[in-house]
């Protein structure tokens, strides 16, 4: 059993198909269904804090009971094809998008939801089905998202290999080989560097924790500590290393990321739905949210993204009073829009929640607002692959020009359960205006038929 689940993280996409056979073969139980939702994954194509692909993701929401789920990766939608295949054996409702960083020029004086980078946008993709068209424009922004990361991972390497000079890594030989696709992030990065000064020393821990101490002017016996737990210890190499202040850090500015129309833009295109995200509720640019949605609703977005561990679960009495107060202002704001809220836990660093706690009373106010929005994307999902109808085309909005009417129709037809083959099979052959009507037949009966 253990090695078939290692199989499903394989970087060899065919491993991984024939390990999710294996299990599915074994009938293994599974955990009685719940309407918990995650549906903000990272996936091993950007970075998993557990290493997990898209595969093992779709298999650890069956066996856990999980209503939906949905992977999105750092600038790529690598994992899509992976995701659907994987869902539609398992009977999951799924979803793909994907996240990157923009340049909010309303926003350009203003701390957004990146830390002290002014105007810098952390922003959302969600209900992909196909990559762009290839020599389309979005293929053409897509593209150029991953290769700006790519130059900004170049440029921090050789400003770190500078300050360092004992520790050097190599993008090509020491980075991109932790990743299945060539998508690296400072995550894989960091890793990098920790792996590179524990064989430089012969994995001496003490010496290596000397090394950066020395360099990043770290506490000498909390880094001997702190470097036998490799997670905590490289989320501090990280803020030493790649954060603001940090050794390698350089301040972005207008060009340093893509601006966020274009990004928008290139979502439309595909057909997808453009999705702001929401940190905490305590920088200037989120100070007023619904002025912010209302610009953002002005440029295209459909929908909003929220990470709930973050303002709820912290020890601080004070600090979640504000916080959970914030997320309350934010949802309260998003719904008076109708905005359909994505929620998730992100699964970019180990010990994460794989899904969040909805039986914490700050989740449990707003779960049938998370719950509706997972439903929306899965059914825009749905009506798009097999039915060719987005969530944000005019015939959608011609059809339910109310926005909230128009969320209760895709919401209905996310709620259906996850199909099986022979249904998967039949919306497959049939015309896109009879499908359509076979999934609204089925949304409204609650069931597929």
């Not at 699964?347 to 106010?365: C, E, I, S, T, Y």
């Amino acid at each position: 059993m253990q090695a078939l689940l290692e199989q499903t993280n394989s970087f060899t996409r065919d491993e991984r198909r024939r390990a999710l056979a294996a299990l599915i073969a074994r009938g293994l139980p599974t955990a009685p269904a719940t309407d918990w939702v995650n549906m903000h994954m990272h996936t091993f194509f950007s970075f998993n804090g557990e290493g997990w692909s898209p595969t093992r993701l779709a298999w650890e929401a069956q066996q856990r009971g999980l209503y939906s789920l949905a992977i999105c990766d750092f600038d790529v939608l690598q994992g899509m094809g992976e995701l659907f295949e994987a869902a539609d054996r398992l009977q999951l409702r799924a979803a793909v998008g994907f996240e990157s960083r923009t340049f909010f020029r309303e926003y350009a004086a203003q701390e957004i939801n990146s830390p002290g980078e002014p105007g810098v946008f952390y922003f959302m993709g969600m209900g992909f089905i196909r990559l762009p068209a290839p020599g389309s424009r979005a293929a053409a922004v897509l593209a150029d998202m991953l290769e700006r990361s790519h130059a900004r991972n170049r440029s921090l390497l050789q400003r770190i290999n500078a300050g360092l000079r004992e520790v050097t890594v190599d993008y090509e030989s020491d980075v991109l080989p932790l990743t299945p696709d060539r998508n690296a992030t400072e995550r894989h990065i960091v890793n990098a560097y920790h792996v590179k000064a524990l064989n430089a020393f012969g994995g001496n821990t003490d010496r290596a924790a000397a090394l950066w101490a020395d360099r990043l002017g770290l506490d000498l016996k909390d880094a001997c500590d702190s470097i036998k737990d490799t997670n905590r210890f490289t989320d501090k190499l990280r803020s030493k290393l790649m954060k603001k202040g940090g050794l390698g850090y350089k301040q972005p500015d207008v060009d340093t990321f893509p601006p966020l129309d274009s990004v928008v833009e290139m979502i439309r295109e595909c057909r997808a739905i453009p999705m702001s995200t929401w940190l905490d509720g305590t920088s200037a640019g989120e100070s007023a949210p619904t002025a912010q949605l209302e610009c953002l609703i002005a440029k295209g977005i459909e929908s909003v993204n929220i990470i709930p561990d973050r303002n709820w679960n912290l020890k601080d009495a004070a600090e979640k009073a504000r916080k959970v107060a914030e997320l309350d202002r934010y949802v309260a704001a998003a719904q008076a829009l109708d905005l359909p809220i994505n929620v998730g836990t992100e699964l970019n660093k180990a010990g994460q929640r794989f899904v969040d706690d909805f039986a914490a009373a700050p989740m449990q106010r707003h779960h049938a607002a998370f719950l509706q929005g997972a439903q929306i994307m899965v059914g825009h999902t749905r009506l798009l692959r097999w039915a060719d109808l987005s969530y944000i085309d005019a015939a959608a909005t011609a059809e339910f020009p109310a926005r909230a009417t128009r969320n209760t129709f895709f919401a209905a037809v996310g709620a259906l359960p996850g199909p099986d083959q022979h249904t998967c099979d039949r919306l497959a052959g049939l015309s896109s205006a009879k499908a359509y009507a076979y999934l609204a037949d089925c949304a409204r009966a609650g069931s597929w038929s």
